[in-house]
């Protein structure tokens, strides 16, 4: 017996919005099949390997770099008791407010040889030129790697935090009752008890990474991402483009794979309330001063020291950054972030909800067909949108001819288009946060919503909703902080005369001349950090 | 009129049937417990009663309603079911009286706030309905669920295991209040566990469940003393086997002597099993080993008595003695078997 018409309203929802967020992936593998692909095939003999070497080197390098600071910080903060504890706390979320590209220029401008350390060490030791000394080249590698781990730690550091808290204290008590040190309780007990969360950050910070194109655009660091940028600018070759983007869908597709394995039987459902305020350990004298000492270092070099350089650069050219368009720019911004940011959830919410309802094998293919998106690098991304808006534009137009009416590029060359393409690229944030919270709420408060005569939708907005309103948040803070620093997209989207703060900045820093962009850079920050002190508040009042 | 029929329930998840051709009847206000060890299916069974499982095959009537067959099935919201679960499932961000409220559509504010304040009353929590569930003690969380789960009088209410989180000390006095209040109410219920002491203290009757069917239903008197069959007997109490040949109506003969039976019963064999519960044995001191003595393994003090582990037929068994009459350990004590209503099993 079959019965599915409350059902398949909720089914309906979510096939709708997977297939439409995955029509841009589809346009692109249409396009990336058709033939002529000499570019590739050169490319293929020549440098690719290389490429992929480089992007898989960045990965996993900035995944290294990233649990070392995160999950010690995280550790730290969620169980220790020592001075500063809770300005850290939230303090080290900070640096998700910083774009890599900022990070990355003031870094290059510090250690450069032109730079004050270099020019302070050969005054120091009296050095004449660069072969009395070695110092190491930021614009490298394991540069870039430093500079986007030290901008992308704090999603495993958030979402780590957030699982040890969820946990409860008695586990470690236990463990620390049949011998185990802190440290062994931590490795054996903490530890594999959030793995789901660990993988689930990194996942997070290998798609962000590998869809980073300033900071090694900005090093000269080659990665798949600038080599479909090139292909794409230097050649015209969108079908070469998208033959890379295949290479970097099958890194994605192999990370996606390893976070669904890790979470294979993970539908542990936590009771309610389990949010621990107090610490466990209070940590003394070396052990304490120690601990400040780490979270006071990363805080400086991820946010403090770069935030400095921008705001000395602000005063000495006040005069040049500080303009109207600045404040357009910065509303223009903030507009399309908030959208995406509010679309996003709306959809994330429909989908995961009808995951959970549904018993179906297929029920989680929505979701993930929605959220592929958030693999695309920014450059990819916008052209695979405009192909099919393009085309609907196209047809719109013969459409309205006869009736005198000529909308133009009613979707591709409007907001619509960069709205559009945030969305498909930031909807896995989104959806992977709602659905980590839906995961933590008990099944029988369904049954329970249900038996009252509740509907589907009722139950979601009364039970659901309010228990999730956390994992919003999270939800909404992530996307929004990355539509503010999304810029590969809003280059190639943007529509004529459009510029968002990310545009702004990124022509002054290739043009090596932030100084003049500084105001606009700290907005950036600025705005970034707005949600951010929101959400702190909110998890506060809460626990 | 019965408060629930089902029939011929069947449920298959991955090719595996939980539920198999399963038939209940729940008669008006009567409480029906499902009493099974964990993986019978008693669980699936409740889910299907709720709608949030679709059986494969059979049908469920509410209230002589049909809801669920092959062509018709209606939505859990629309069967007008209370349920109550082993985590309470209570709201965490509401209080006590929106949780109380929450099922209660269609009603105006004040009639919501009367029957709100009825259900504190009913349930003796009067002054708690501001406070939120985790400010509540787990047997006060379980008292809010049932006043949640009957305040918009459902025709029929489901219980999941509710009690197996409320203390041991507190639990027996619990089921004796959600009890009186099931009754006061005069509702029927549908209570599933795999405690039969709670199954005792709660219900009226008893199903008890193995491999997705009804092995025995009845109460809980007939069920203990005369269980159709040994995984009931087993079930319900625990005991030992010993080989006994029928020599009348009333005397079965066993190596532990004769055991003589209050009722008489006509067998078509002549050999099989008789189980023997400790409540049926008796230990007297031996001086002598013969083939009616057995040594003390262990003794456990319990206040009012001791109980003694024994091996009898190479099977442990834990009978208890008055404390006048006490044995150590490694003592020899005779077996002997009292009258009773025996259970004779002649399968093996």
């Known amino acids: 017996m079959s019965f599915q018409s409350p059902l398949s309203r909720w089914q309906l929802f979510a096939w709708v919005i997977g297939l439409t967020l995955v029509t841009p992936l589809c346009f692109l593998l249409f396009e990336s099949l058709q033939g002529d692909s000499d570019v590739f095939s050169h490319l293929w003999n020549t440098v690719l390997w290389d490429y992929t070497r480089n992007t898989l080197v960045l990965i996993v390098g900035v995944c290294v770099v990233s649990c070392a600071l995160a999950l010690p910080l995280a550790w730290l903060t969620a169980y220790c008791s020592f001075p500063g504890r809770k300005q850290f706390e939230w303090a080290l979320m900070l640096p998700l407010a910083m774009p890599t590209y900022i990070i990355a220029y003031v870094y290059t401008d510090l250690f450069d040889y032109a730079g004050p350390i270099q020019i302070a060490l050969r005054n120091w030791f009296a050095w004449q030129s660069p072969d009395d000394y070695w110092f190491f080249d930021i614009r490298t590698l394991p540069g870039a790697i430093m500079m986007i781990a030290l901008v992308l730690y704090p999603y495993l550091y958030l ?19 049949m011998g185990l040190s802190p440290l062994q309780s931590f490795y054996r007990v903490s530890l594999p008890l959030a793995r789901g969360a660990i993988v689930a950050g990194l996942t997070l910070i290998s798609m962000e990474t590998m869809a980073d194109f300033a900071t ?72 304490a001063w120690s601990a400040t000492l780490f979270c006071c270092a990363v805080l400086f070099f991820a946010f403090v020291l770069p935030v400095a350089v921008l705001i000395n650069y602000a005063f000495a050219y006040a005069e040049q950054a500080w303009n109207d368009a600045f404040f357009l720019y910065a509303w223009q911004s903030f ?22 309802i549904s018993t179906q094998q297929y029920s ?30 196209d047809r719109l137009n013969t459409w309205l001819e006869p009736f005198g009416a000529v909308p133009g590029l009613l979707l591709s060359g409007t907001l619509f288009a960069i709205i559009f393409a945030y969305v498909v690229r930031f909807y896995a944030i989104a959806h992977g946060a ?19 005569g509740k509907s589907y939708g009722q139950t979601l907005r009364k039970v659901h909703i309010p228990l999730l309103r956390r994992g919003i948040l999270t939800a909404g803070l992530l996307v929004f902080i990355e539509c503010m620093k999304e810029l590969p997209a ?12 990310a545009t702004h900045v990124f022509q002054y820093v290739s043009d090596e001349q932030l100084e003049l962009a500084s105001i606009s850079a700290l907005a950036i920050v600025v705005v970034g950090l707005v949600p951010l002190y929101f959400v702190n508040r909110s998890m506060e009042q809460h626990s | 009129m019965s408060s629930l029929i089902l029939e011929n329930l069947s449920y298959q998840y991955n090719d595996t049937a939980v539920i198999e051709h399963l038939n209940l009847t729940v008669e008006k206000d009567e409480i029906v417990c499902l009493l099974g060890p964990s993986g019978c299916g008693k669980t699936t069974t409740l889910k299907a009663i709720a709608g949030i499982v679709t059986a494969n095959q059979g049908k469920v009537f509410i209230d002589t309603k049909l809801v669920s067959d092959e062509d018709t099935f209606l939505a859990p919201e629309h ?38 304040d009825e259900m504190l009353e009913l349930v003796q929590l009067q002054g708690c309905a501001m406070r939120f569930p985790h400010q509540l003690s787990g047997g006060q969380q379980q008292r809010v669920a049932i006043a949640r789960a009957l305040a918009y009088k459902p025709s029929l209410l489901l219980l999941d295991e509710p009690f197996s989180n409320i203390d041991t000390q507190v639990r027996f006095e619990l089921i004796a209040d959600i009890r009186r209040i099931i009754k006061n109410q005069q509702v029927s219920a549908v209570f599933v566990t795999h405690s039969k002491e709670e199954a005792f203290a709660f219900s009226d009757t008893l199903a008890v469940m193995h491999r997705g069917k009804i092995a025995q239903q009845g109460t809980p008197e007939q069920l203990f003393s005369a269980p159709n069959s040994k995984v009931v007997a087993e079930f319900l109490g625990q005991g030992i086997y010993l080989n006994a040949d029928v020599l009348t109506a009333t005397e079965y003969s066993t190596c532990y002597g004769v055991v003589e039976s209050l009722i008489a019963h006509h067998h078509s064999t002549d050999s099989g099993q008789l189980y023997i519960r400790p409540h049926h ?44 009459q006490s044995f150590d350990i490694n003592d020899l004590v005779t077996i002997k078997i009292k009258p009773h209503t025996v259970n004779f099993f002649t399968d093996k």
């Not at chain 2, 079911?81 to 209570?90: E, H, N, P, R, W």
């Not at chain 2, 965490?92 to 929106?98: G, I, K, Q, R, S």
């Not at chain 2, 206040?303 to 208890?320: D, L, P, R, T």
Request: hydrophobic fraction near 50%; include cysteine.
């Open chain 1, 159 to 177: 979402i780590f935090k957030t699982a040890l808290r969820e946990q409860s204290f008695k586990l470690v008590q236990a463990s620390q009752g």
């Open chain 1, 216 to 287: 090694v655009n900005y090093f000269s660091v080659s990665t798949l991402t600038t080599a479909v940028y090139d292909t794409w600018l230097g050649y015209y070759s969108l079908t070469a483009a998208a033959k890379i983007s295949g290479i970097m869908l099958l890194i994605l597709f192999l990370a996606l794979m390893v976070e669904r394995f890790s979470r294979r039987k993970q539908a542990v459902f936590e009771r309610q309330s389990g949010v621990n305020s107090e610490t466990l350990y209070s940590l003394k004298g070396k052990a």
């Open chain 1, 335 to 356: 507009k399309v972030a908030g959208i995406v940011c509010v679309i996003t959830i709306i959809l994330s919410l429909l989908v995961v909800f009808y995951q959970r």
């Open chain 1, 364 to 393: 989680l293919v929505p979701g993930r067909l929605a959220s592929t998106g958030y693999a695309l690098p920014g450059t990819v991304l916008a052209i695979a949108a405009l192909l099919p808006l393009t085309l609907l534009d």
């Open chain 1, 434 to 452: 709602v659905e980590a919270s839906f995961m933590r709420i008990s099944p029988s408060l369904d049954m329970a919503s249900q038996s009252m």
């Open chain 1, 490 to 501: 809003a280059l190639l989207l943007r529509p004529f005369n459009f510029e968002t703060l």
């Open chain 2, 79 to 116: 069967r007008n079911i209370g349920m109550m679960f082993q985590d309470y499932a209570l709201f965490p961000h509401l209080t006590v009286a929106d949780n109380i409220g929450f099922g209660l559509a269609k009603m105006s504010k004040s009639q919501k706030q009367q029957r709100v």
């Open chain 2, 281 to 324: 044995l008796t230990l007297t001191p031996a001086s002598v080993q013969c083939e009616q003595t057995v040594k003390v393994l262990s003794r456990r003090f319990i206040g009012s008595s001791y109980v003694y582990k024994v091996v009898v037929n190479e099977q442990e068994i834990e009978v208890a003695a008055e404390l006048a």
